[in-house]
Nanobody, 126 residues
Framework: QVQLVESGGGLVQAGGSLRLSCSASGGTFRSVAVGWFRQAPGSEREFVAG??????????YYADSVKGRFTISRDNAQNTVFLQMNSLKSEDTAVYYCAARRFGIVNMIKSAYDYWGQGTQVTVSS
């Protein structure tokens, strides 16, 4: 059973940066695909970025809205996946969740993920 804990959220001005962390325990984290999702008030939870399991490779995937601004990476030694967010916009304001799926392939559909963190709030002021 993989347990995920997000951290690093907060309040930042537009144009600023934040780095979110997703720390895992209780399982073999390196073999799972990890995705970051976000949910703004009144909106559906949407895919932001994903990274494949280490046994598959190092491929990453991004929503069009964050390409060129966000970077997902993983540190298997720390059992942690990061989401570096630069050039933040007010529309990036949301609760950000990390999720893991037992299959090592990234999926942009939230129902494909088996484990979820509790979320961390990101607020971007304009």
């Amino acid at each position: 059973q993989v347990q995920l804990v997000e951290s690093g959220g907060g309040l930042v001005q537009a144009g600023g940066s934040l780095r979110l962390s997703c720390s895992a325990s209780g399982g073999t984290f390196r073999s799972v695909a990890v995705g970051w999702f976000r949910q703004a008030p009144g909106s559906e939870r949407e895919f932001v970025a994903g990274i494949v399991g280490t046994s598959i490779g190092s491929s990453t995937y991004y929503a069009d809205s964050v390409k060129g601004r966000f970077t997902i990476s993983r540190d298997n030694a720390q059992n942690t996946v990061f989401l570096q967010m630069n050039s933040l916009k007010s529309e990036d304001t949301a609760v950000y969740y990390c999720a893991a799926r037992r299959f090592g392939i990234v999926n942009m559909i939230k129902s494909a993920y088996d484990y979820w963190g509790q979320g961390t709030q990101v607020t971007v002021s304009s």
